[in-house]
């Protein structure tokens, strides 16, 4: 038996699969993706600062949380860039500074070069070699996205 669909149903039959094509291809792994990601405050990347050997190793550069566990000889506890880690250390890492004033997240007043170097540092070291694991919390709201981090 032949079924006869008009024009306005095969509209909205074909509406419907591309909308099915565009969560199974597209939109669903963006959706996991996301969601895998985790939010901290400077209260919860603290516990990630290499004290606990039984826990993995966070450091925040740009609000990016990564896990720099496999560079413990930098970053565990006694290795000598132990203090850029458990909290976001943008500054110290745009100034190459490991002064207690520059372990923080606030680059204001930085020069143009700092922020540069920042910049490459947060590509050249972080992004290629550590996995990202989450976002501080106040990227979060200031980004719609983070497809630019
Ligand atoms: C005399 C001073 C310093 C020397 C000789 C030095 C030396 C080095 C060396 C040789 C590496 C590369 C190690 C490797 O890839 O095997 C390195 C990496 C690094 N240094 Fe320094 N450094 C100094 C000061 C600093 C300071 C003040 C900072 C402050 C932010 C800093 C932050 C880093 C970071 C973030 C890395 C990358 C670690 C990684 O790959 O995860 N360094 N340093």
Redesign the pocket.
Known sequence: MLVHINMAEQRFFSMNCLFLIFVCFLGLPNVIQSDSYREFSPKDIKEYDGSDPEKPIYMAVKGVVFD?ST?KD??GKGA??NA?VGKD?SR??A????EPADLTSDVTGLTEKQLEELDT?FQS??KA??PIVGYMSWTVKENASHKEL
Do not use: E, H
Request: without cysteine; positive net charge.
């Open positions: 720099v560079g930098f970053y000598p860039y850029l250390s110290a890492v100034k190459m500074s490991l540092i070291v972080y070699k550590y």
